[in-house]
C-alpha cells in the first residue's frame, strides 16, 4: 500500500520561503515520477513540480521556475519541494503525488496522492 505523506505547509510573509516534504512508504519507487500540485480554493489543481526518482531530473510549472526546487532522498524515500520567494498567489494546498513511467502534467495521471499541507503566503 502506497502512502505518501505531506508535512511543512503554513504561514508565511511573501518573499519567504518553506520547504515541503513528502515521506513515501509501501515500495520501492524506482521508474516513478514524484510530484508536487497545488490547489487554490475555485481553482483547478495545477501541476507545480515533479521529479524522476531513478535519475533526479527535475520539471517545473513556469509559475515555480527559478523560485522552487524539487529535490528527493533515495535513502530516506522522501521527496522535497523549496520554496523561495513566496508570493500570495502561491497560496494553496500542496499536494505530493506519484506515479509510474513518464513525467505527466495532469493531476489526473497520477496514481498516488498524499492529505495535501495547507500553504499560505500573506502579502
Known amino acids: 500500500q502506497v502512502q505518501l505523506l505531506e508535512s511543512g505547509g503554513g504561514l508565511v510573509q511573501a518573499g519567504g520561503s518553506l520547504r515541503l516534504s513528502c515521506a513515501a512508504s509501501g515500495r520501492t519507487f524506482s521508474n516513478y515520477i514524484m510530484g508536487w500540485f497545488r490547489q487554490a480554493p475555485g481553482k483547478e489543481r495545477e501541476f507545480v513540480a515533479a521529479?524522476?526518482?531513478?535519475?533526479?531530473?527535475?520539471y517545473y510549472a513556469d509559475s515555480g521556475k527559478d523560485r522552487f526546487t524539487i529535490s528527493r532522498d533515495n535513502v530516506e524515500n522522501t521527496a522535497y519541494l523549496q520554496m523561495n520567494s513566496l508570493k500570495s498567489e502561491d497560496t494553496a494546498v500542496y499536494y505530493c503525488?506519484?506515479?509510474?513511467?513518464?513525467?505527466?502534467?495532469?493531476?489526473?495521471?497520477?496514481?498516488?496522492w498524499g492529505q495535501g499541507t495547507q500553504v499560505t503566503v500573506s502579502s
Open positions: 503525488a506519484a506515479r509510474f513511467g513518464n513525467i505527466r502534467w495532469s493531476w489526473t495521471s497520477y496514481d498516488y
Open positions: 521529479i524522476r526518482w531513478n535519475d533526479g531530473n527535475a
